[in-house]
């Protein structure tokens, strides 16, 4: 098993002067919820993923050696503008990469950066775009090392993509994907995503998330300041607990295909993580009327159609209504009939699994 120190490269055998690297990088959904961490972005349990598909960043970098090599330096650009007040964000992304990658201050670099999904939509960015971004500084440093394998080219790109944003560390590589030790999960670790590494039942296939945005406004408290507040939390041990038991069952529903077990792990996870945020010191609630009404509107759609469609949530308003593909037209008339009305400005977002970052 590789520590930390395992991928703080030896010297490399190839000088670049310049050049430019542009990579997609996908959101991700999690099942069991990271909530809460350690040091160095060392999550205080393990969660697992479901990747997506459509939502994605797409990341361009390119990158020139410069004279001054004492300090970091790079532009951004959000859309082909300027973008200041990402900067800082970056920032501190690249000093505690360095380490990791100590080529950085050799370069000018300028990281211009897009989202498929509308922004301000509430859906987190900076999963896919830490993500997005590790994978182009990874090209580089492959460049440099073209001895690198492809295993260790996507092990560092997710635990860079860690220290960016823990989440994003979910989002390099695979459509099920694992952050974080699991006894029973081969290969499991905190400092990377893994791909679930044991069977996966057809009914998971292609499955469908519908994201429902319920509220683009600006979030009251950041996941940073979440995770913080579970240092101290009178229900941390419990929690972190649970989430290695639910980690345990869903690996047993991947292999038989249960959805109704499914769906409960998923919907408590959901349910959990807010109730986290709803018991902490100081408490908020993220969610808005229009998120419990549609969850009610999903339960009772449920229980009268026996449809195995349920939601999840992630840190804010907004709801994912993940469902099986045999079932997606039902589901989107369902949306379309009872749920649009609880979205802002009618906006909703249909992803499905998928695969994982990509080179453009
Ligand atoms: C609720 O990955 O955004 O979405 O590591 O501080 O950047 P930082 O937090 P972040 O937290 C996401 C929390 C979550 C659950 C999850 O995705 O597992």
Redesign the pocket.
Known sequence: MLTAKDFIPAAYSQTIESGEYQWSAPSNI?LV???G?KDN?IPANP?V?FTLSNCKTITKLAFAKKENKDSLSFDLLFEGQPKEDFKPKIQKFLERIEVYLPFLKEYHFTIDTQNTFPHSSGI?S??SGMAALAMNFISLEKALNPAMTDAYFYQKASLLARLG????CRSVKGQVVVWGKQANIEGSTDLYGVEFPNEIHANFKNYQDTILLVDKGEKQVS??VG?DLMHNHPYASSRFAQAHENLDALKAIFKSGDLDAFIKIVESEALT?HAMMMTSMPYFILMKPNTLQIINTIWKFRNETQIPVCFTL??GANVHVLYPENVTEKVLQFIKDELVGYCQNGQYICDEIGNGAILL
Do not use: I, N
């Open positions: 999690a919820k990271y909530w961490k972005q969660s993923s987190a900076s999963a944003s823990g989440s994003a996941s940073t995770h993580l992630d840190a």
